[in-house]
């Protein structure tokens, strides 16, 4: 399941199983983590559920990195099943769904 610049090892997840989200940059990015750039939505209620922007930021410009999410909300909450998308850079999107 690979999409230009957002990478997962499948679409469909496991409640409570950790999704690995390969991010490839685009020369958008001009910091690291490149999970700054990440944000996950519950695609149904378009609710974020995580924000990457808590990342500490480093100057430094990879050209791919790996961020793991653990399924849980912004308050630390597991989050329901369900459609989510991933977006990256603002501009590209990856959706997969929870069950």
Do not use: C, H
């Not at 690291?32 to 500490?56: A, F």
């Amino acid at each position: 399941m690979k999409d230009n610049f957002i990478e997962m090892e499948k679409n469909v997840y496991d409640k409570g199983e950790k999704i690995d989200i390969r991010l490839k940059n685009d020369g958008t990015a001009t910091y690291t983590p490149l999970s700054q750039y990440l944000k996950i939505y519950n695609d149904e209620s378009n609710e974020l559920v995580y924000d990457g922007e808590s990342d500490i930021a480093l100057p430094a410009i990879p050209k791919e990195q790996t961020a793991r999410w653990d399924q849980e909300d912004l308050e630390g909450e597991k989050v329901p099943t369900g459609k989510y998308k991933v977006v990256f850079l603002e501009k590209y999107e990856r959706k997969f769904f929870i069950e």
